[in-house]
Structures are given as structure tokens and as C-alpha cells.
């Protein structure tokens, strides 16, 4: 039998319902696959060892009796350290949270129990979500497993790490400008956001609330259909949840794109994209095309606007959402001669610099004076630019673009640059602003090695389209690599 943990999600469905292995078994195969990895990758924060024991038990106790509950029945997951479980440590990968046991699940979380997942471990991120190379941790970095001296990318780069290793079959992050994309190109599997309020944001450790939006990190688009309907569906606890009926996403998994219309957007490809990246996407645009899709090449003027915009809303929302921690109610608490001194060695101390910065620059946007000519002006633009998808998908069922300008840098090459940093999230940024869903999808590899991924972006409630063609684009590229065991070793 093949190493478990290189299993699909899929496949090891089919195998658990049939019986070729039990939850409890593949459990065991993560976690030695864990064992091997972590030292190097440190994609974990926290590795729940009897919680997930008892998820095996009883996932396969409900499989003896005929009863699977959902796609993930007894399937290993790993979820960012920002969503919250109930009595396992959630930090956000902050000094803030250090401790924090939640008395409650988040509502994909209970989901996940529901739906029979066995819930293996947190992962580490970007403090508080904010970064792209989870370099930003209060917990130490986390490593590609491509090139451990390279970053997975972020914020969810511990959840991308962990797919990619096999130390997860699946997992869940976060993706407020990129953070599931990202990181899921960089370390060459499937990641995707979904429409903003198909998935709650109930028990979501808010960074930018208009943003966020949880989504699965997977080694097929298959996998990623099979996550998203888990954890999709109205919850009346998030009053920012779509309330209709979730959309059929597989009916078209293996329709092909013959007869549908593939948008390239001008500003999201060519210049600033790394020459070997901007030659894959090429390539698969012109594979797209001789499988019949319509290529349609257009432009979304206001996209040029989109970074500057985001750094201003996501900053001004994050200065709001995080004044909740003050060293009065959870977390973190240092002593001061009187409540407002407590409060500021609190934050001194338990904020890393790159949420310090951003909670400044939010604070800044917000002030008196500078409310319109800052948030209030980048509201204005993240109109235009849903005023733009709207009319490019007049034109086109998807629009496609890469994911990241760049594969995976090295680890420390942009911490003393922020603006290099942020420009990570440029193609990914503009779905969050509008709202729409995207996916990204390995679709090969550069001169060292590392992965390249190739977005594809719908509109509103477009994910069936979406899906199917992220499907084609995976059957074109035939990307099949893993990264295993931390090394440089790998299986075509």
C-alpha cells in the first residue's frame, strides 16, 4: 500500500468506506509524516494528539455501522491557528493570545466535527493573519517543502506546508488579500477563497472583516470541492452570510471548458510578473484555448489601485477588530501603575512589528480629519474596481491571471521591506476586494524547482464555473509533484 499520507482526500475516502484502511490508520501515517517533518518545516503550532485520536475512534466506529458524514468522514485536517476550537489553544501566532483556550468551536470548525473530519492540529501563520511568508509568527517561521530555506508564504503558510508535506490531507485557512492562494502556489498545491459569506467567519479571529473569508488549502480541485462543501452554507450567527442555497460545484468537474470564455487580464499579467511564471500561465491559457475556451484578453482599469486601497481598508478594519485585546478580558496582561499603562505594556509587549504597523497605519486612516481622504476615498476605489469585475465578467465567464508575480523567495530576503512584501498579494488582492471567489492551481515548476501557480477567478456564487475550470487547468498541467519529508526529494 502507498504512504497514506500522499493519499487525495478523495482517494482516501474511497478507501476508508471500503474498507482498505481505517481513520485510525491513516491518523497514524500523518503523524509519522509529521514526525519526520516538523523539525524542519514547523508547520504546526499545536499537534492534538488525543482529540484527534478520539476523532479516528469514532469516525470509524460511525463507518462500521454504514454511516459516513460528508466528504471528510474521518479524514486528518489541520486548521489555522485562527479559527478557533473549543479547549485547544488558539494564539493567531501572537504573544497576545499565548494561553487562550476558546470555549467554543467557530462555526466551519463544528462543521468539520459534523462532518466526521478528525480535527489533527493548528497551524502556524502570519501574526494575526497579516503577511505573506509566515515569517511574521510570534511562534518562528515556517518553511517551504520545496526548499526549507524558502518561505510556503502566507498568512497561511503553516496550512500550506502541512498539505504539501503530507503531515495534512487537507487544510483550512484564511484569505483576507491572498493568504490562501498564496501560500497554496508557493508550495505548489490547490487553495481557494470562496465568495465573501459562503463559508461563516463565526469563530474567524478577524483581521479585516470585509475581507476574511475562510477556504480549504488541498491537493486536487476535487479535494477543494469536497472541503468547501463541508464548510459552506448560511449561518444565522454571521450576519455577513449568504443566506441561499449552496451551489452544486461538482456537476461540472469534468465538463471541460469548450464553449466558455476565459478572460486574461492585462494588468494582473506581464509586467512585474517573474518571466519563468508569466511563461507557465501562457502556456496554460494557450492549453485552455485548444480546449476550446474563447480567449478573451481584457482590462480592469481601477486593479492598479487595488494594493494601495487594501492597505488602507484592511489596516483601518484590523485597528478596530484588534483594540479587543487589552489585557482586561483573555490573553496576554502586563502590570502598570493604572489601567492605561496595563493596557499599553500589554500591547507593547504582546504585538509583533507587523501588526503594530498596521494597527497604526488603521488608526492613522480612521483619525479625524483623515477619515474621507484615507478609508473613506479607499471605499471609493473598491467600488470602481467591483464595478470593474462586474463589467469584465460581462465578457468573460472567468478571468485568469497568475497567483503570485514570484515562486517562493528565500527566508528573510523581504522582512526589512515591506512594500516588497505586500506586492506578494498583488493578482490575489482584487477578488478579496470585490468579494468574488478564485481559486489557484499548481501548474508546474521553475529553473530551482519551486512551484508556479495559475489563478482562476469568478464572479459572485461562480464557483461551479470556477471549479471546472481549475479542473481543465489541472488535467493540462498534469502537476502531480509532491514535496516530501522536508528535502529536496520528489515524486513525479
Not at 496576554?332 to 512589528?353: C, H, I, K, Q, Y
Request: charge should be negative.
Amino acid at each position: 500500500m502507498s504512504d497514506l499520507a500522499d493519499f487525495t482526500v478523495t482517494a482516501a475516502a474511497a478507501g476508508l468506506r471500503s474498507g482498505d484502511f481505517s481513520s485510525v490508520e491513516l491518523l497514524e501515517a500523518v503523524h509519522k509524516r509529521a514526525a519526520m517533518t516538523e523539525a524542519n518545516l514547523h508547520a504546526y503550532l499545536t499537534i492534538d494528539r488525543d482529540g484527534a485520536a478520539r476523532g479516528a475512534v469514532a469516525a470509524d466506529s460511525a463507518l462500521k455501522k454504514g454511516t459516513a458524514h460528508g466528504p471528510l468522514h474521518g479524514i486528518p485536517v489541520a486548521l489555522k491557528d485562527n479559527m478557533v476550537t473549543r479547549g485547544l489553544e488558539t494564539t493567531a501566532s501572537s504573544k497576545i493570545l499565548s494561553g487562550y483556550l476558546p470555549p467554543y468551536d467557530g462555526t466551519a470548525v463544528t462543521r468539520l466535527r459534523e462532518g466526521g473530519a478528525v480535527i489533527f492540529g493548528k497551524t502556524n501563520l502570519d501574526e494575526f493573519a497579516m503577511g505573506s511568508s509566515t515569517e511574521n509568527s510570534a511562534y518562528g517561521p515556517s518553511r517551504n517543502p520545496w526548499d526549507p530555506e524558502r518561505v510556503p508564504g502566507g498568512s497561511s503558510g503553516g496550512s500550506a506546508a502541512a498539505v504539501a508535506a503530507g503531515s495534512a490531507l487537507v487544510g483550512f485557512g484564511s484569505d483576507t488579500g491572498g493568504s490562501i492562494r498564496q501560500p497554496a502556489a508557493l508550495c505548489g498545491i490547490v487553495g481557494m477563497k470562496p465568495t465573501y459569506g459562503l463559508v461563516s467567519r463565526y469563530g474567524l479571529i478577524a483581521f479585516a472583516s470585509s475581507l476574511d473569508q475562510i477556504g480549504p488549502l488541498t491537493r486536487t480541485v476535487e479535494d477543494s470541492v469536497a472541503a468547501l462543501e463541508v464548510v459552506g452554507g448560511h449561518d444565522p450567527a454571521d450576519s455577513t452570510s449568504y443566506p441561499g442555497a449552496v451551489p452544486d460545484y461538482r456537476s461540472g468537474l469534468k465538463s471541460g471548458v469548450a464553449g466558455l470564455r476565459v478572460g486574461v487580464v492585462a494588468e494582473l499579467n506581464g509586467a512585474g510578473i517573474d518571466p519563468a511564471v508569466q511563461a507557465a500561465v501562457d502556456q496554460t491559457v494557450a492549453q485552455l484555448e485548444e480546449a476550446g475556451a474563447t480567449i478573451v484578453e481584457l482590462s480592469l482599469p481601477s486593479i492598479e489601485y487595488a494594493l494601495s486601497a487594501y492597505y488602507l481598508i484592511a489596516p483601518a478594519e484590523c485597528s478596530a477588530n484588534l483594540a479587543r485585546f487589552d489585557g482586561v478580558r483573555y490573553g496576554l496582561r502586563r502590570l502598570g501603575e493604572n489601567v492605561e499603562e496595563m493596557m499599553s505594556n500589554t500591547r507593547a509587549d504582546g504585538f509583533g512589528p507587523e501588526v503594530t504597523r498596521r494597527i497604526l497605519l488603521g488608526t492613522y486612516a480612521l483619525s479625524a480629519g483623515y477619515y474621507d481622504a484615507f478609508y473613506g476615498q479607499a471605499q471609493r476605489v473598491r467600488t470602481l474596481i467591483i464595478q470593474d469585475f462586474q463589467a469584465a465578467y460581462q465578457q468573460a465567464d472567468v478571468l485568469v491571471s497568475p497567483t503570485s508575480p514570484t515562486t517562493a523567495f528565500k527566508l528573510g530576503d523581504r522582512t526589512q521591506d515591506p512594500l516588497s512584501m505586500y506586492l506578494s498579494d498583488v493578482c490575489t488582492i482584487p477578488s478579496n476586494m470585490s468579494g468574488d471567489p478564485a481559486i489557484s492551481v499548481p501548474i508546474g515548476v521553475d529553473a530551482d524547482g519551486m512551484p508556479i501557480g495559475f489563478q482562476v477567478m469568478a464572479p459572485a456564487l461562480g464557483e461551479p464555473v470556477m471549479f471546472r475550470v481549475a479542473a481543465e487547468v489541472e488535467r493540462q498541467a498534469g502537476f502531480t509533484v509532491r514535496a516530501r519529508h522536508a528535502s529536496s526529494e520528489v515524486v513525479t
